[in-house]
């Protein structure tokens, strides 16, 4: 019999989850000479001013905060829902475990919409294009989803996924909380995201591998996969949506935005801004046994991630 893996609980660390809480930002507190993003180094030539360079800058967090709402909803909360859907049984005391984590994520999307709130209407930004409400790596995912009939197939999809985004998370969140040049409003929101993440990525660690251990020979080649399809899949930047806050905050058509932002946007630089958002989940990956799969070396191979 395998034994389903340790994982910790809030309760074991002595903590309440963020939504005991509800805090929510709603002041904006600028601090000089501090950002909301990390800035671009080559994009500021064309800002004309400090403030143009600032309001691109809380664009991008509301494209990463439209992300996030869209991760919680479209992502997470979906993989756990389904729990009980899967091929493989899982423990009755970690599926509870599991659901418990629902409320945390949908927290986390109010946190998210209450501060886009305020930064959008402090700058007065708009946060996507009319037609690309849903953000570019959830209709990419969505679509590669639909590819399969199958619903036990479509289940597995869906765990995976959120194994895949819960590995990686912390990480992105970090990048902002560790960044001393951004403003504090911003690290504090990420901080106590993270905070709960910490948790979150224990437990989806603990449900990948079980359900590793689990599958037959055929879902493994399934799962290898998607889990190397999807990593690559969510770490797509959305170039469009970026070409779009900098026509929004400067004086330059859109198509010239497209222009710039592809010209920065290179292949390499791509697959270097990729290597550091994937680097906790390729590593947990590697010690699944996901990497014996050509399946998904071929995959990893072909978007540039060596192996
Ligand atoms: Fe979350
Ligand atoms: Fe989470």
Redo the contacts with the bound molecule.
Sequence with gaps: MIEYPRYITFPEVSRNPTCVSQVFQTELHVEDGKVFYPALPKLEKYFLSEYQSLRFGAAQFCGFLQDTIHVEHYV?IPAIRDISLLPVKIPQKAHMDLFK?VT??GHHAAQALVFINAIKDEFNIVVHEKENKIPLFVRELEKQKNNYNDMTKRVLFNMLIGVVT?TR?SRELGAFVHNKNIINVVRDNCRSHQA??AI?CSQFMALGKYTWELFSEEQKEFAAEVYAKTTIARSMPDVSRIAFYLSQTTNIAREECDKIINSIYTKDFLIEEMLVSISSTINFLKKLGVMEYKVARDIFTQSGVLL
Excluded: N
């Design positions: 997470v984590l945390d994520e819960e998370i709960d993440e979150h």
